[in-house]
């Protein structure tokens, strides 16, 4: 079921190749929930490429609930189209664009929704915001004109990570993104974290940048969600906030969570104390309560931090958490040939 | 991502190692690469030493340079990352990739004298594990450097009780025993000293050193961030004595806890036997009461599970043995 040819569209089309290099673009694409037609996206994605000269393949990695539209490629494999189709085990978005890289032959990889987010020529940008130098590009859909009921999810949500996480992303749920292969080898990919792929990479340390793309028609329709949609959502929102700032200090959280209780409970701990020194009753005023639990809980969130950091320290101190390259030259766009994985020691 | 590695084992080449290493991480220190060498060249000229240069992901031509100088001179070992880490991490990668007996850490800002290693070096030989320098009259801007920095070092003084006067001063020298116990993550380069004598209880001295004026380039740090330091610096207290026994100490606070809800639950009864049963609707200390109880078991399944995930950590990997500070004969 899969095939990949090498030099596809320069054999068809006589354009002379804007610059002569021999990368690959891989085009990822987990297929999952109510994908577009396939064949469609890949002659509409394919395009720019093509035109352009760039080698591509594109890869289809498809969910299990998914596994029956993958047979809408087979035309595409018998013409030599360079497309791939992979069925994965797994519901997680995520774990299917792991997939994806792992069987991936470019050197320069984008990812795109199952369905058509923005226009094709935009992701041509991203590539060449990539060769100046970023880490990772994301491609924000503007100029958008959306559906007001998307505009008005899409400003809440973004409303929310900013609040998080503080950063300057306009667009971080786009899906389309564009990055070096050694990027997507270094992000801790699994769950439903795909959607913050962007977020992910800046806290990683890379350099993200943000390249506009205009939106494509069929992205305007209004999207509703059933509500455990946004919960998850939402929870997902907490969960990456709280990986990206204190995967390696737990403790600086919880503690944070633990001094505030202990710090509201002991103050009305205290007052209740010295209103009883004055005479006034305590036992039946229910603010006590509320002290003894705000003391509990803050008593809770610390030892539970400080679990946290010593399982942290125990683990880390096997683990390396950077990656050496062979020298100045790897820093180029073959970056990752040269790497090695530990120092020599 | 995340790769675990045997611990770091003795290498089998012994005539290749150097008598000391000297370990820079550098951010964007193009203009200082030149000066740094030739100024530990100078420092170290009869010595067997190797000088371990990181580039810690720069964007200008500090890696070029690096490569440069390696090919010039065989004592010269560049270690690139592969994108910025900060200052932690770059320093962790020159410890593993340090092959001397004795390690030097040293700023690259050419704020440190490399003249001030010998120094550092005979006060270690003289039975420490770490030797921190001291920075005497330091050559900082007075508000922004000077006063938040002798606050934090106050701070960490305090807490940590380890008696370092200047912990932002990055000239160190360690043994090498000491660093395949010492593991920097996070922001711990900031108060390396608190974490050597917590974490493994290390013997450590303090040397004066010279300090200059920043020649070229910029500085990379602002007003430090004493909250998390003191946040971090708890955590690094606490951690060896949780480490080897943590049901001990959760086993303790659930303990206290219990007693406060015998306490209040002593008032409750106290209450009712004085008053009579018409008080008894009163809950609050009951629900008190019974809020501490609660606490208490929450107490004892966090320490149990702590025994497991540490065992987990322990058993998974082998414990690295406990630093040996004494031997005699």
């Given at each position: 079921m899969s095939r990949v040819t090498d030099a596809p569209g320069a054999a068809t089309f006589d354009r002379p190749k804007t610059e002569p290099d021999e990368r690959i673009v891989s085009i990822l694409i987990p297929v999952t929930g109510e994908p577009d037609d396939l064949g469609a996206l890949y002659r509409e994605y394919s395009a720019p490429f093509r035109d352009q000269g760039t080698s591509f393949e594109f890869i289809f990695i498809a969910a299990p609930s998914c596994s029956m539209r993958i047979p809408e490629l087979e035309p595409l494999i018998e013409a030599g189209e360079p497309v791939r189709g992979l069925v994965a085990q797994t519901v997680s978005e995520a774990t299917l664009l792991r997939v994806g890289a792992s069987a991936a032959r470019g050197d320069a990889i984008i990812t795109l929704p199952s369905f058509h987010r923005v226009q094709a020529p935009a992701l041509l940008q991203l590539l060449q915001r990539l060769d100046e130098g970023a880490d990772f590009v994301v491609a924000r859909r503007w100029p958008r004109r959306d559906a007001w009921v998307n505009r008005v999810q899409a400003w809440v949500f973004h409303w929310i990570t900013k609040t998080l996480r503080g950063d300057r992303l306009h667009d971080v749920s786009s899906g389309v993104h564009a990055m070096r292969r050694d990027v997507i080898n270094d992000l801790p990919l699994y769950g439903d974290l795909f959607r913050f792929l962007p977020i992910l990479a800046l806290g990683a340390g890379f350099d993200v940048a943000e390249v506009n793309a205009p939106q494509h028609e069929a992205d305007r329709r209004a999207r509703l969600y059933k509500p455990g949609v946004y919960v998850r959502r939402l929870l997902d929102v907490i969960g990456l906030f709280f990986l990206v700032r204190?995967?390696?200090?737990p403790l600086r959280f919880f503690g944070l969570v633990g001094a505030g209780g202990l710090v509201s409970g002991s103050a009305i701990l205290l007052l209740l104390f010295v209103e009883r020194m004055l005479?006034?009753?305590?036992?039946?005023?229910p603010l006590m309560i509320v002290g003894v639990l705000l003391l509990v809980l803050g008593v809770q969130a610390l030892g539970l931090g400080l679990v946290g950091e010593i399982i942290v320290h125990l683990h880390i101190r096997r683990t390396r958490r950077y990656r050496l390259l062979g020298g100045p030259a790897d820093r180029s766009t073959d970056r990752d040939n040269g790497s090695r994985e530990t120092p020599p020691s | 991502m995340l790769r675990a590695v045997a611990v770091s084992e003795p290498e089998a080449e012994v005539g290749e190692r150097p008598e000391l290493s000297v370990v820079v991480p550098l951010y964007n220190e193009e203009a200082n690469v030149e000066p740094l060498v030739s100024a530990v060249r100078d420092a170290l000229d009869t010595w067997d030493y190797e000088l371990v240069l990181v580039?810690?992901?720069?964007?200008?031509a500090t890696p070029k340079l690096l490569a440069e100088k390696a090919r010039e001179d065989a004592r010269i070992r560049p270690v690139y990352l592969?994108?910025?880490?900060g200052q932690t991490t770059a320093m962790q990668a020159g410890f593993d990739a340090a092959r001397g007996e004795i390690v030097v850490s040293m700023d690259g800002d050419l704020q440190n004298d490399p003249r001030d290693i010998p120094k550092l070096v005979a006060t270690l030989r003289q039975g420490y594990d770490l030797v921190a320098g001291y920075r005497l009259r330091r050559q900082d801007k007075f508000i922004t450097r000077k006063v938040p920095s002798f606050i934090a070092n106050r701070l960490i003084r305090w807490v940590s009780g380890v008696p370092i006067r200047d912990n932002g001063c990055t000239l160190k020298a360690y043994r090498r025993s000491l660093l395949d116990r010492l593991f920097l993550y996070a922001d711990m380069h900031r108060f390396i000293p608190a974490v050597a004598v917590g974490t493994t209880g290390a013997r450590i001295a303090e040397v004066p050193v010279r300090h200059e004026a920043r020649r070229f380039g910029t500085s990379k740090?602002?007003?430090?961030r004493i909250v998390k330091v003191l946040g971090d610096l708890m955590a690094v207290k606490m951690i060896r004595s949780f480490r080897d026994r943590p049901m001990l100490m959760f086993g303790v606070a659930a303990m206290a806890a219990t007693v406060i809800s015998g306490m209040l639950a002593g008032l409750w009864l106290d209450t009712i036997l004085q008053?009579?049963?018409?008080?008894?609707?009163?809950?609050v200390f009951p629900a008190a009461s019974l809020l501490f109880l609660s606490l208490a078991c929450y107490l004892v399944m966090l320490g149990l599970i702590a025994e497991v995930a540490l065992r987990e950590a322990r058993t998974e990997f082998g414990d690295v043995a406990p630093l040996v500070t004494e031997q005699v004969g």
């Open positions: 204190f995967t390696e200090k005479g006034r009753g305590v036992a039946d005023r | 580039d810690d992901g720069s964007r200008d592969a994108r910025n880490y740090y602002g007003l430090s008053l009579g049963s018409q008080h008894t609707n009163d809950l």
